[in-house]
């Protein structure tokens, strides 16, 4: 099991570009999440998918697109590039057990726009 | 507004037990007290979750108290490979906006 693989692992851009964040889960996991961490701070949930066909809002939307394309698979699009979405970015998934979410995480993208 | 605080920061020696405080005294009586780690810039790592009762597992014990408005997670035996940013999540079993705060940093020393 690789768990929760997240692609690319680097990426530069230039101010306005756009690209997608890959992320797929093998643990046939429900639900879906991408987070963004900045130096220094703990993670901010972007948008998260509670169950394949389905996609919600987090804490900080603004600028980004999710697509839930099956089971498995999870991107996140940047449309158009700024500077301030220079960060980290997380997938997770997990499993509602009915006694607690357990959430799983990827290894992580490093952003930088310029 | 944070459902969680803790300090900032805290020093182990290792080999010895690492206890590391979390207060949430607006924990609602359906929500979980969730413990995850960061080492370093990977990703967050799942360590212990309990509700009302004391839990344990191969990583950690999560201490609750009785009232839930405070716990306590404690790695018994501190290893260097334990330094890493700690951090304490409430939520309900269907919350999927779980917050990370800034956690608390533990550095485990020689």
């Known amino acids: 099991n690789a768990g929760v693989t997240q692609t690319p692992k680097f990426q530069v851009l230039k101010t306005g570009q756009s690209m997608t964040l890959q992320c797929a889960q093998d643990?046939?996991?429900?639900?879906m999440y991408w987070y963004r961490q900045d130096p220094g701070m703990g993670l901010r949930l972007i948008y998260y998918s509670a169950s394949e066909g389905t996609t919600d809002k987090g804490e900080v939307p603004n600028g980004y697109n999710v697509s839930r394309l099956n089971k498995r698979e999870f991107s996140l699009r940047l449309e158009s590039a700024a500077p301030s979405q220079t960060s980290v970015y997380f997938c997770?998934?997990?499993?509602?057990?009915?006694?607690?979410?357990?959430?799983?995480f990827g290894s992580g993208t490093q952003l930088s726009v310029l | 507004d944070a459902k969680t605080t803790q300090p900032p920061s805290m020093d182990c020696a290792e080999g010895r037990a690492a206890n590391l405080p979390c207060n949430h005294s607006?924990?609602?009586?359906?929500?979980?007290v969730y413990w995850y780690r960061q080492i370093h810039s990977q990703g967050p790592q799942y360590i212990i979750h309990g509700l009302k009762n004391n839990e344990t597992n191969e990583m950690a014990s999560l201490i609750i108290t009785e009232d839930r408005k405070s716990s306590t997670l404690i790695l018994p035996h501190a290893t260097l490979r334990d330094t890493a940013v700690y951090y304490c999540i409430v939520g309900s079993s269907n919350d999927y906006k779980l917050s990370f705060g800034a956690g608390t940093t533990v550095t485990v020393r020689a």
């Open positions: 643990m046939n996991h429900n639900s």
């Open positions: 607006t924990i609602s009586g359906n929500e979980y």
């Open positions: 997770a998934s997990s499993a509602t057990t009915g006694s607690g979410e357990k959430l799983f």
